[in-house]
């Protein structure tokens, strides 16, 4: 059983940054393909940014770019998603989550599978 277990959520202020980390045990990391997914109240769940198996190509929603970045450390089985400048837009409730077949490169796929989620961490920006 794949596990996905997010942390590193809190409250900063605008301006600030945090950085998330997911941590994934159960199988095979490296092959896996990476998601960072939030959803703030009255919202639908959007995507953050994604990483593919190897962390050569990665694409981000336009909301986040500049700002973000999403990585990944196959030896410590950890995604992590760097965020600086927040906004208060960015207050939502953060989950990884794992595609085990999309092993993409270059542009990011229309059509992914992510099978295993994480059962997400509190990120709040206060103006």
């Known amino acids: 059983q794949v596990q996905l277990v997010e942390s590193g959520g809190g409250l900063v202020q605008a301006g600030g940054s945090l950085r998330l980390s997911c941590t994934v045990s159960?199988?095979?990391?490296?092959?896996?393909?990476m998601g960072w997914f939030r959803q703030a109240p009255g919202k639908e769940r959007e995507l953050v940014a994604a990483?593919?198996?190897?962390?050569?190509?990665?694409n981000y929603a336009d909301s986040v770019k500049g700002r973000f970045t999403v990585s990944r450390d196959d030896a410590k089985n950890t995604l992590y998603l760097q965020m600086n400048s927040l906004k208060p837009e960015d207050t939502a409730v953060y989950h990884c989550?794992?595609?085990?077949?999309?092993?993409?490169?270059?542009?990011?796929?229309?059509?992914?599978?992510?099978?295993?989620w994480g059962q997400g961490t509190q990120v709040i920006v206060s103006s």
């Open positions: 989550a794992a595609d085990p077949r999309s092993h993409w490169s270059g542009t990011y796929p229309r059509s992914m599978q992510y099978d295993y």
């Open positions: 159960g199988r095979t990391f490296s092959w896996y393909s």
């Open positions: 990483i593919n198996f190897n962390g050569g190509s990665t």
